[in-house]
């Protein structure tokens, strides 16, 4: 269970999740496909949260997956932003001018 996203070139990228129920309690686990945990959460009705990482994409494949840690996660929304710190940089390691 969870998100392929395909046709992803090589690089760094920003992987985004926001997670949340207005009217019910909520629980989620996202991870990135180096296993690093986005967002492990469980709220009440009302309450938000989001979570983040960054994931360098090395692998010949052009696609790879966010994987769910939890049966019946809830993910309101996500974002991937591919992320370029320097021309010089094979890898970021961060959003920032040299972070490689």
Do not use: M
């Amino acid at each position: 269970e969870g998100f392929t996203l395909a046709n992803v070139p090589l690089g760094s990228f920003i992987i985004q999740v926001q997670a949340g129920d207005s009217d019910a309690p909520w629980s989620t686990c996202l991870k990135d496909p180096a296993g690093v945990t986005l967002l492990d959460r469980s709220e009440s009705a009302g309450i938000y949260a989001a979570g983040y990482s960054i994931y360098h994409h090395q692998s010949l494949s052009t696609s790879f997956q966010l994987s769910s840690c939890r049966v019946n996660s809830v993910v309101n929304s996500w974002e991937i932003t591919r992320i370029t710190c320097h021309s010089t940089c094979a890898f970021c390691t961060g959003a920032a001018e040299n972070q490689c």
